[in-house]
């Protein structure tokens, strides 16, 4: 019997079922990749998350080559792609792990129906802990707020084990032909300017990569993530979420590696647990995406549709994507991005309230810009982040949620570290006017003055948000 394995957001081979279910079942297998370009979802990997796929897709191939079989690479419709491989190789099994923005999951369920006439088709849970509708209130209805979804996941807690690689992966004698991984156009068409190399020289890829990184953060960082994640100048994260994304490693590997070095040591296992929540707050993203589709580029509340936001804002938006806005924190947080690929979370929560608060500009357009700027840009995540942020409906606060930069810069960038690292031309401040240089002392750094007053912009925002309660 002759297996494909359809790698999509799951690039590892450990802990991967539909990849150890083929090797079971099957006595050849094809571990196939396809760039689908007629995919709606497709289309809205941005930039910087192709870059990272590139990298991604080029480790995979090399760690099955180790073990003596190929990556296939392939592009196109997917349907047209599975049924001209079936019909060359004469495969009888179809194998995937389950994905689950919407336009993918129609995809999936179209190919399954068509093809499950004449094979086997077979789809399994590789990227969650929790299947979306294995998570239910009483009344058998999804949970809005995270706080009661996340109990309810703690009271129905397995500790499954991962799956281990599959000593033998079954190489089919003659694969067959594979698309070139430069061919499949992930890299920017345009060398210059060359924004992509810098980036991607500060992250390591691939399978191989994500245990190591979260080897290194057990090891070095957990026991201080509980204090000090909300630090942007401190590296007290996993920084794990990209590989995550591109299913370098799976939350069921995290939760268990986790586990088990925490094990017998109460302070290892409380921060265990906080870093094991946030793992919590991306299946409640993916299971909002799951029972809410609509949330991808809609409000969950659906009274925000009537929200007032700014009108030509174009200017504004410039500057605020450029890290040009005169507030100091807001400003590190957005070069950050365009450097690394990569924002700490508590300033991506800033950038957004500023974006969506005081600038009122829709929270879309934020989710876009980070999409494409993010190396861990997922669909689930970003659009649950920017609606928390926005209020638009994702565990909605009583007081609309809107931060003031200054503050929050004092409060988690105390001496001003990560804004000089990020803002160099403020390097030389002082840390009393770091997070709000007066006018003469921007005028002297060529730094921006700030672009709104905060006060005044703040009293507008909860106006509007009072008129759409009445
Ligand atoms: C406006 C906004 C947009 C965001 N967009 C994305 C996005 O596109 N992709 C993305 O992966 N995360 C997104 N996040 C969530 C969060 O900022 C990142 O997951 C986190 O900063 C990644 O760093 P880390 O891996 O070091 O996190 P850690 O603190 O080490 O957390 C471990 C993992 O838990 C998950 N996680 C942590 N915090 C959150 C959270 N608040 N929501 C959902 N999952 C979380 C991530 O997968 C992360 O890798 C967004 C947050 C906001 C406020």
Known sequence: MRGIVWFRQDLRL??????????????????????D??????????????????SSLKSLA??????????????????????????????????????????????????????KASMKVQSFKGNLNFEPWEVLKKDETPYRVFTPYWKKSLLEERKPLPLPTPIDLKAMKSMPASLSLESLDLLPSHPIPDWHTPMMSRWNVGEKAALKTLNDFLKNNIASYKTQRDFPAVRATSTLS?????????????????NAFAKGDSDHEAAAKAFLRQISWREFAYYLLFHFPHTLSQPLNKKFERFLWAQDYQDDLRKWQQGRTGFPIIDAGMRELWATGLMHNRV?????????????????????????????????????GWQWVAGTGVDAAPYFRIFNPRLQSKKFDKGGDYIRRWVPELAALDK???????????????????MVDLKVTRQRALERYKDLKS
């Open 242 to 258: 990209a590989h995550l994304h591109f299913g370098e490693i799976s939350p069921v590997q995290i939760a268990h590696y986790t």
């Open 348 to 384: 991506r929560m800033l950038v957004a309230s500023f974006l969506t608060k005081n600038l009122l500009i829709p929270w879309q357009e934020g989710e876009a810009w980070f999409r494409d700027t993010l190396i861990d840009a997922d669909l689930a995540n970003n659009a649950m």
């Open 14 to 35: 450990a802990d991967n079922a539909a990849l150890v279910r083929a090797c079971e079942e099957c006595s050849e297998v094809i571990p196939v990749f396809i760039c």
């Open 432 to 450: 009393k006017y770091i997070h709000e240089p007066t006018t003469e002392m921007s005028k002297e750094c060529s730094y921006p003055l700030p």
């Open 37 to 54: 370009d007629n995919l709606e979802s497709m289309g809205r990997i941005g930039g910087a998350s192709q870059v990272w796929l590139h």
């Open 62 to 115: 090399s760690d099955l080559r180790e073990k003596g079989s190929k990556l296939i690479l392939k592009k196109g419709k997917a349907l047209t792609v599975l049924e001209d491989l079936i019909a060359s190789t004469q495969a009888t099994h179809l194998y995937w792990n389950r994905c689950y923005e919407p336009s993918i999951r129609k995809r999936d369920e179209a190919i399954k129906t068509k093809l």
